[in-house]
Every structure is written in structure tokens, then in C-alpha cells.
């Protein structure tokens, strides 16, 4: 009986240790092993979790034991649980590059690279694989939609690798691992009840995970930047020992050496002057200076489409906005400040129309500020492209056009001869009008000025005592001064004289010859060049001359 009773503590024994090394296994598998982190949902069980996702559903009593959970049949939706990657079933996923535009390539795993334009187009739905790296040149921009909903939109002068795209367990588990080694990028990372995503951008200098949330991260000189637009953040240095979390409205910058500095990002920009109405390309819009902004990050999306199909994506210096050289139509604009430590704000939306089409022509003459007579006046301009068919041009007193004196709609020709105008400024532009009567935007205005004409100067009237000079009269409202002197320079000026009749008379000039000349004065007050000195006699005699015609 003893002999029974020594071989069963024996067995007991043995079976304790096993346990004990177990447990022990457990407890360094736990601290060792990278750890996926599952959001449970509504009706999970630490046992059907194990039948879905694990390799082994009797794993299910170690995931007991890793998470510390007293109910192993009710688990609080949302609760974490951490899950050893290596018990987890595991294949290969893929992307979707779903919107390129400008200098996109896509290198793949046996170095072979794809371009946008030349051996895929915007309407293909190109398959991208771990392993894969998407660069971007000046102008490219790529968006990349992942299989669990996530969303990525890499911007110009990026380079992106994608390290890892796993399907994990019953395939609602997605691994996503990205390595960001130029550039900049926007993600917005999915979440919903039913999928779960271990979503990793790394750098050179910072890695940062998340899970649903909308951020953005980029590389400045050695520096990483992250942004948190919603949602959180984990972030930290690659050498680092913990994570700073972010919340929406937040960002940190980690050195290449590790030093990390948190920072609030700028709030929304609001704008007074965004206009709604876009009439050139590419688009550039000036807005008020803002406190602490040393400029802006734009994005524009056609409306209706998702926030990651960007159609153009640029930075600015100073109080201006930004665009690409877009097709006609309506867009969203999201507009970010940047600050002094080049991490962009929270975004706002402005929604604007852009009338680009067919594009204004150039005006050539009369040119800005040209003085001109009426005689001699035409508009002349070029039509920018053929898309032109006729013109329509716009003559107006004033700048804003509401004092139009000239509308003339459908010219075929790229000139017009005026009439009767008078002396003054005025301002004008040109519209062109395409194949179908579609009129596109104005040409930027010019001013210019109608001269008065020179009064027409002809014989004058002499008696010996008194003298009439006449002249052709100008348009109603002239004024006119006359000199007369002894020489055709008018160092010495015998009389002067303003009025606004067309005619003088002058007593007691002694016998000789004189010159007289006339300046006028338009109703705007502007005052013509002196005109050309004309001739005249005083004759010692009883006579008089005829009487100068108009």
C-alpha cells in the first residue's frame, strides 16, 4: 500500500512540474513573443475566439491564463486580449492601389517597376503585394485602399514600403506594417464591431500604431512628425522603452537621436475670403495672415469622393493656398496651418466650384495704363487655346463692371474697333465662348485712358487792334487753356488764358508773328499734352482774315 501511495505522489509530482513548466513557458511566451492585440465583440468566448482565429482551440485555456480572465464564457465587448502572434492562423493579404495620379511607380518584390500612364492607368485596380514600394515624384500622388477598409494616401516626393500585409485567424484580423522612408502620408485606419487591425508606420527614427483613427506622418530632414487628426496614437522612438500616447488634436516630433517633443496642433483655419467661385489654374488663392502660421497644407477631393482620393496635395509658404492644375467642376478643399515646427493643424473643409474653361484670352492692346486717342483705338487679344470659338468683350468706366459701355457677345474675330467713347478711363476684359456656347472665365482687366483730341488749329483772325482765335470744339465738358507767345519754345508767355469756350479774343497785340497753343482738360480732370504750336500774324493793317472754319 505504501508502495502505491510513494508511486502516486511521484506521478502527482511529476504532473506539478510539468505544469509549473508550462505555466512558465506561458509566462515567457507572453513576455517574449510579439503579441497581437484582439477586440473582442458581442458573444465572444475566450473558446470560439480560439476556434476562430488560433491554430489550436485547446489554446484557449492559455488565453485564460495570459489575459487573467475570471469568465472565460462572457467577455466585456471591446476588451483587449492579448494573443501570441504564432498561435494565431496566418496568411498572405494584399492592397489595392485604387487612384494615381502624376509620377506614381510601383517596384515589387522582383525589383520590376510599374509606372502610372505607361503600364497601368487610373482605371486599373492594380494589386499590391508585401514587399512592394510605392514612390511618388513631384507631382504623384497614390492612394492605397487596404482589405480591412483602411485607407492610405501617400503625397509627392514619398517613398513607402509595405513590409507586412497578413490576414490573420478566420481572416477579420488584419497585420498591417508599413515603412515610410521619404515623404509624407495620411492614413485612416479602419474600425468597426466586427474587424480587427494592428495597424505600424515606422521611420527611421519613430514608429507609431494605432486603431481607428485618422492620422498623418511624414519625415522632416531626419525628424518624423506624427499628427493625430482623430482618434489615438501610440508613438515612440525606435530605440525607445515606452510609448507616448496622442489623442486627436496632438503630434510629437522624434529626433534622430530619440528626443521626442509633444506639441497641440494648430486648430481649424477659418477664412473670411475663401472664394467659392475658382476661374484659373492651377489653382491660388490669397488669404489674411493668421497668428503663428507660416503656411498651409491643402488637399483637394472632388465632392463625393472619399477623403483619401486626393486629386491634388500640396504645401505653401505664407498666406496662400495652393492647388494643382484641376479639370472643371466641384471640389473640397481641406485646409491645414502648419507652424514654426512644420507639423500641420486639424484640417478645415471649404467646398468652392472651379471654372476654368476654355481659358480667358490674352489681352493685348490697349496695354495696362495705355494713353490712346480715340482714332486710334482697337482691342486686340489671343485666344489662349482652341477650345476658344468666339469672344465676348466687356468695356466698363469702372472696375468692378458696373458701368459697362461696350457688351459685345460672339466676336469671331480677336479685335474690335470702338465708337464714339469719351475721353476718360475705362477697364476691359475678355471671356471666350467654346463649341457648344460655353463661356469660360474673364481675362485678368486692364485700364487704360482716352485722350482728348488735339483741337483742330487753323487760321486765325488778325485785325490790328484785336485778335479771335478759334478752334474746332471738343467733346461737351472740355476745358481749355491757351498760351500765346513770340517763339515756338514759349520761354516767354505773353498770355495766358483757361476757359471753356472754343474761342479768344486778344487786344493790343502789337504787329509781329506769334504762336499759340492749347492743353485740355477732360471731365475727369485730366490734363491733356500740350498741343502743337501754331502760327499766326498781326498785320499793321485795317484788314481781317477769314474766319476760322470748325
Request: proline share 4%; glycine share 6%; aromatic share 8%.
Amino acid at each position: 500500500m505504501r508502495t502505491i501511495i510513494k508511486i502516486w505522489l511521484q506521478a502527482m509530482l511529476a504532473v506539478a512540474l510539468l505544469f509549473s513548466v508550462a505555466s512558465a513557458q506561458v509566462d515567457q511566451t507572453q513576455a517574449d513573443e510579439d503579441i497581437f492585440l484582439y477586440k473582442t465583440i458581442p458573444g465572444d468566448s475566450l473558446w470560439n475566439i480560439a476556434q476562430r482565429h488560433l491554430h489550436n482551440i485547446k489554446l484557449w485555456t492559455e488565453l485564460k491564463k495570459i489575459n487573467h480572465l475570471p469568465n472565460d464564457d462572457y467577455i466585456e465587448p471591446g476588451t483587449l486580449i492579448k494573443v501570441p502572434r504564432k498561435w494565431l492562423k496566418v496568411n498572405q493579404s494584399t492592397a489595392t492601389l485604387v487612384n494615381a495620379i502624376g509620377g506614381v511607380k510601383i517596384i515589387n518584390g522582383e525589383k520590376q517597376t510599374l509606372e502610372f500612364g505607361k503600364d497601368f492607368t487610373e482605371k486599373d485596380s492594380l494589386i499590391l503585394s508585401t514587399g512592394d514600394t510605392i514612390v511618388t515624384s513631384d507631382d504623384g500622388l497614390a492612394t492605397i485602399l487596404f482589405k480591412d477598409g483602411s485607407r492610405l494616401l501617400l503625397q509627392s516626393n514619398s517613398e513607402l514600403i509595405l513590409n507586412d500585409l497578413i490576414a490573420l485567424g478566420d481572416g477579420s484580423l488584419s497585420d498591417i506594417k508599413l515603412q515610410l522612408d521619404k515623404g509624407r502620408l495620411e492614413n485612416r485606419v479602419y474600425s468597426s464591431p466586427i474587424s480587427n487591425t494592428n495597424y505600424e508606420v515606422k521611420t527611421a527614427t519613430a514608429t507609431t500604431s494605432v486603431r481607428g483613427t485618422v492620422f498623418r506622418m511624414g519625415l522632416e530632414d531626419e525628424d518624423s512628425v506624427t499628427e493625430v487628426v482623430s482618434g489615438k496614437v501610440a508613438a515612440k522612438a525606435q530605440e525607445g522603452e515606452s510609448a507616448a500616447e496622442l489623442l486627436a488634436g496632438q503630434a510629437i516630433i522624434i529626433s534622430k537621436d530619440g528626443d521626442a517633443k509633444q506639441v497641440e496642433m494648430l486648430p481649424p483655419p477659418v477664412f473670411a475670403n475663401f472664394p467659392q467661385l475658382i476661374e484659373a489654374v492651377p489653382v491660388k488663392i490669397d488669404v489674411e495672415a493668421i497668428d503663428g502660421v507660416i503656411g498651409y497644407a491643402t488637399k483637394i477631393i472632388p465632392v463625393g469622393s472619399d477623403e483619401q482620393d486626393a486629386v491634388s496635395s500640396m504645401r505653401s509658404e505664407g498666406n496662400v493656398l495652393l492647388g494643382n492644375d484641376l479639370p472643371d467642376g466641384r471640389y473640397q478643399m481641406m485646409v491645414s496651418s502648419i507652424d514654426q515646427n512644420g507639423v500641420t493643424g486639424q484640417p478645415a473643409t471649404y467646398e468652392f466650384i472651379l471654372n476654368a474653361r476654355p481659358f480667358a484670352a490674352v489681352l493685348a492692346t490697349p496695354a495696362q495704363d495705355e494713353k490712346v486717342l480715340l482714332r486710334n483705338l482697337t482691342f486686340n487679344w489671343d485666344k489662349a487655346t482652341d477650345e476658344a470659338k468666339t469672344f465676348y468683350l466687356q468695356v466698363a468706366r469702372d472696375d468692378k463692371f458696373r458701368d459697362i459701355v461696350i457688351d459685345a457677345d460672339n466676336l469671331i474675330e480677336p479685335t474690335y474697333k470702338p465708337e464714339d467713347l469719351l475721353s476718360g478711363i475705362y477697364f476691359w476684359r475678355v471671356a471666350s465662348i467654346d463649341a457648344e456656347g460655353m463661356r469660360g472665365p474673364f481675362s485678368a482687366t486692364k485700364d487704360f485712358r482716352i485722350l482728348l483730341e488735339d483741337p483742330n488749329l487753323e487760321k486765325a483772325n488778325v485785325k490790328t487792334v484785336d485778335v479771335q482765335l478759334e478752334w474746332a470744339p471738343l467733346e461737351a465738358g472740355t476745358q481749355y487753356l491757351i498760351q500765346i507767345s513770340d517763339s515756338t519754345k514759349f520761354e516767354k508767355i505773353i498770355l495766358e488764358h483757361s476757359l471753356t469756350e472754343n474761342t479768344v479774343f486778344v487786344e493790343n497785340l502789337a504787329p509781329g508773328t506769334y504762336f499759340f497753343r492749347i492743353q485740355s482738360t477732360a471731365g475727369d480732370n485730366y490734363f491733356s499734352e500740350w498741343g502743337l504750336p501754331h502760327q499766326f500774324e498781326v498785320l499793321d493793317i485795317q484788314s481781317v482774315s477769314a474766319k476760322i472754319k470748325p
